[in-house]
């Protein structure tokens, strides 16, 4: 039998899937890829599964099915389309690990079958925990599955905690680079257009995370998704505006001592880490020079200007199906922003509308943060015509 790490690998074509898979190819002693799916890229999937020849792959949209089995048939490449497939494929007994780098509330589900099922996880899908945290917690503790964050905030404080695990957390320190709009003012983001906002000025991602970071959404998510990775509650989180995004978060203990990761803005580090801990596996990556940054900065976020993180801090306070809530109406605004539909403020007050709106649920069962989320999505779809 191959002591090869077999990887499942939700949303391959994306921004942090084709970086897994460089990172699986460097070091293809040491895995092998179980099964590839994407939402929509037909093309890049076949090509990624000529390459890689998984046992299975998954095609979420159904509409390319045929085009997809037509191309892997021949090579013996298990086809499967739909959601539900989506979610049913991570249960393969060949799996040993799943990474779950799809965008969304799209990764819940399959993350939770893949929890179920017993599967490690190395999620880069903040949203799973923003949406439904304690009960993917509680599941995850219940089934004896390991967690392993892939987002570069949350990998820098887990290997800030290593050997320090029996020691109290006092403060999670998240770093932000504060996206291409630090510093700017209400009147400038005012007009501000979706080509300003993908241009991020340190981290290369998927248009959705990438106006997230614009917006300081982003941000919000991952304290949200703290509080459930580490045990923490929401006060002993802060947030840093870090325009190098060289520090990627911190760590203060009792004592008073702070431990820092740093390194180059590169999600292909945390991603191998997510995938090889304990151990840390030799790469070829660009180093960290202390020279060609003399000075690192800091300042605090700027909640008045840029809503969101106080939108998100707030879901967080309220708890229950809050930061359900807040997650549908964001990913629901940011395709109407990308689709020229909303201005760039207009989003956090369409989000602060929806949370308003939606009915409270304080301890929501998996059905509840279903329900929960096809209302926030139909209530914000709503007020973007109300603001047309």
Not at 164 to 181: C, M, Q, R
Not at 302 to 317: G, Y
Request: charged share 20%.
């Amino acid at each position: 039998m191959s002591n090869k790490k077999r990887v499942a690998l939700l949303g391959s074509t994306g921004s942090i899937g084709t970086q897994a898979l460089e990172v699986i190819k460097s070091h293809a002693e040491h895995f092998e890829v179980e099964v590839l799916t994407a939402q929509n890229n037909v093309d890049l999937l076949i090509q990624q599964a000529l390459e890689f020849q998984p046992n299975a792959v998954v095609i979420a949209n159904e509409s390319h099915y045929a085009t997809l089995k037509e191309a892997l048939e021949p090579h013996f490449i298990k086809v499967y389309a739909g959601e539900q497939a989506l979610a049913q494929v991570v249960e393969m007994d060949t799996i040993d690990v799943v990474l779950t780098a799809l965008v969304g509330y799209s990764g819940l589900l399959p993350t939770i079958s893949a929890i179920n099922a017993g599967k490690q996880i190395a999620l880069a899908n903040k949203e799973t925990l923003v949406v439904a945290g304690e009960l993917i917690t509680d599941l995850a503790k219940k089934k004896g599955v390991n967690i392993y964050p892939v987002d570069s905030e949350h990998s820098a404080i887990f290997q800030c905690l290593v050997g320090e695990f029996h020691n109290p957390i006092e403060k999670l320190i998240l770093t932000a680079s504060g996206g291409p709009f630090r510093g700017k003012d209400r009147s400038f983001l005012e007009t501000v257009t979706k080509e300003q906002a993908l241009k991020h000025p340190n981290w290369d991602m998927g248009a959705k995370i990438t106006i997230d970071s614009a917006s300081l959404m982003n941000k919000g998510l991952e304290v949200i998704e703290a509080k459930w990775l580490f045990g923490v509650r929401p006060a002993q989180i802060e947030v840093v505006v870090h325009p190098q995004s060289i520090i990627h978060s911190l760590v203060q203990f009792e004592d008073g001592s702070i431990k820092a990761q740093l390194g180059l803005p590169d999600m292909r580090i945390p991603i191998q880490f997510a995938l090889t801990y304990p151990d840390r596996l030799v790469s070829e990556f660009p180093r960290f020079d202390f020279m060609q940054y003399p000075s690192l900065d800091f300042e605090k976020p700027d909640l008045e200007t840029f809503k969101n993180l106080q939108l998100a801090f707030d879901a967080l306070e309220r708890g229950g199906n809050a930061p359900c809530v807040l997650n549908a109406a964001n990913e629901v605004v940011v395709v109407a922003f990308l689709r020229d539909q909303v201005g760039f403020l207009e989003m956090s007050d369409i989000i602060a509308e929806t949370m308003a709106a939606v009915d409270y649920v304080q301890s929501p069962k998996l059905e509840d943060f279903v329900a929960t989320d096809k209302m926030a999505r139909v209530k914000t779809e709503e007020l973007i015509k109300i603001n047309k």
